[in-house]
């Protein structure tokens, strides 16, 4: 079946402009998660999501970034005023509570680059 | 301090060695413990889960866990060109948010 897919691949942007980033999940998956990955960083936790709620919003490094989750499936990632130190690679991955030791799969990722 | 260690690499051994990839942590919560594969421009995929100590054997791949010292392995034998690439160990606690807490990546290339 069809993978965790994000888009857009790749998003080059102005210093202060607002940015979506999007995670359609595997079917059926009702635990999505955002992480970023930097260099020199590793990849760090941002959000979960059970169903479209939030429980754990722990990792959105300011009030800049946002995100939602609709219909228990898409998701959207949005970084507002974006800064340069937000250039990343985000990415998405989902799980399935009970399945496979609920093995988190990832997306490719989109690669931001903040001018 | 970050809760997990991974020395970045990067590595690079001629194809047929054996590879050894090292993550120590600091949080005695965590009991899950993951070896991710990630090729360039690509997103991560899992390539072992373990959660207790000792030994799992999967091809030419084994993962150890040693939680006394807080100290994980993932070896490789027989080394090929096709496994060049980040390996990421991966870890969570049980309970509360199932989030990963990752190691930096070590960066490895076989050589032909």
């Known amino acids: 079946g069809a993978g965790v897919s994000q888009s857009p691949s790749n998003k080059v942007t102005e210093k202060g402009k607002d940015v979506e980033l999007r995670c359609d999940p595997i079917?059926?998956?009702?635990?999505l998660y955002w992480y970023r990955q930097s260099l020199g960083q590793g990849l760090e936790f941002l959000i979960y999501?059970?169903?479209?709620?939030?429980?754990?919003k722990s990792g959105l490094p300011s009030d800049r970034f946002s995100a939602e989750r609709t219909g228990g499936s898409v998701s959207t990632l949005t970084i507002q005023r974006t800064q340069q130190e937000d250039s990343a690679v985000y990415l998405c991955?989902?799980?399935?509570?009970?399945?496979?030791?609920?093995?988190?799969?990832f997306g490719p990722g989109t690669r931001l680059l903040v001018l | 301090q970050k809760e997990v260690e991974q020395d970045p690499g990067p590595l690079s051994v001629p194809e047929g060695a054996i590879v050894s990839l090292n993550c120590t942590y600091s949080?005695?919560?965590?009991?899950?413990f993951m070896w991710y594969r990630q090729y360039s421009r690509k997103g991560p995929e899992l390539l072992m889960y373990?959660?207790?100590?000792g030994n799992k054997e999967d091809g030419r791949f084994t993962a150890q866990v040693d939680k006394s010292s807080k100290y994980i392995s993932l070896f490789i034998r027989d080394s090929q060109p096709s496994d060049s690439a980040t390996y990421l160990c991966?870890?969570?606690?049980?309970?509360?948010?199932?989030?990963?807490?990752f190691g930096q990546g070590t960066r490895l290339t076989i050589n032909p």
């Open positions: 991966a870890m969570k606690a049980p309970g509360g948010t199932p989030k990963l807490v």
């Open positions: 991955a989902s799980s399935h509570p009970g399945q496979h030791q609920e093995t988190q799969y």
């Open positions: 373990t959660y207790s100590s």
């Open positions: 079917s059926g998956h009702t635990a």
């Open positions: 949080n005695s919560a965590f009991q899950y």
């Open positions: 999501f059970q169903g479209n709620s939030a429980p754990d």
